[in-house]
């Protein structure tokens, strides 16, 4: 498998990752983040499957990211994989709480904006 620097930048910065070995929409998710060892079992079932490197699916600052192969399977696959990998992210994705304050120092700021629409 073979990264490019987009795959490789996203890899070393995603809190949650994974590759998407797959073709034709069956896949599997491989997971690389973490001091976990690579799931050498996974790996073989997708080798004997014939299954290709498709993409790394990622959570970088709690939001999605995703880096395919630039071919229409490719593409199909990491969509397909992106279901179970949202699945698998989920409870480790921390929500980050608003302030209070915040949100009323949004709210007051629609107030004040102008409206584009010419008038009647």
Same mark, same amino acid.
């Given at each position: 498998? =073979?990264? *490019? *620097? $987009? %795959?490789?930048?996203?890899?070393?910065?995603?809190?949650?990752?994974?590759? #998407?070995?797959? &073709?034709?929409?069956?896949?599997?998710? #491989?997971?690389?983040?973490?001091?976990?060892?690579?799931?050498?079992?996974?790996?073989?079932?997708?080798?004997?499957?014939?299954?290709?490197?498709?993409?790394?699916?990622?959570? #970088?600052?709690?939001?999605?990211?995703? @880096?395919?192969?630039? *071919?229409?399977?490719?593409?199909?696959?990491? +969509?397909?994989?992106?279901? @179970?990998?949202? &699945?698998?992210?989920?409870? %480790?994705?921390?929500?980050? $709480? #608003?302030? @209070?304050?915040?949100?009323? =120092?949004?709210? @007051?700021?629609?107030?004040?904006? +102008?409206?584009?629409?010419?008038?009647?």
């Amino acid at each position: 498998m =073979q990264f *490019n *620097n $987009a %795959q490789e930048k996203l890899a070393a910065t995603a809190e949650i990752c994974a590759v #998407v070995l797959g &073709r034709g929409g069956d896949y599997v998710l #491989v997971r690389i983040d973490g001091d976990a060892p690579v799931d050498t079992a996974l790996t073989a079932t997708a080798a004997a499957k014939g299954f290709a490197y498709c993409g790394t699916l990622g959570i #970088v600052d709690g939001k999605p990211a995703a @880096e395919c192969e630039p *071919n229409m399977d490719a593409a199909f696959t990491c +969509t397909m994989a992106a279901f @179970e990998f949202a &699945r698998m992210a989920a409870p %480790q994705i921390r929500m980050t $709480a #608003v302030a @209070e304050d915040d949100f009323r =120092q949004f709210a @007051e700021s629609l107030w004040s904006l +102008t409206d584009p629409r010419p008038e009647a």
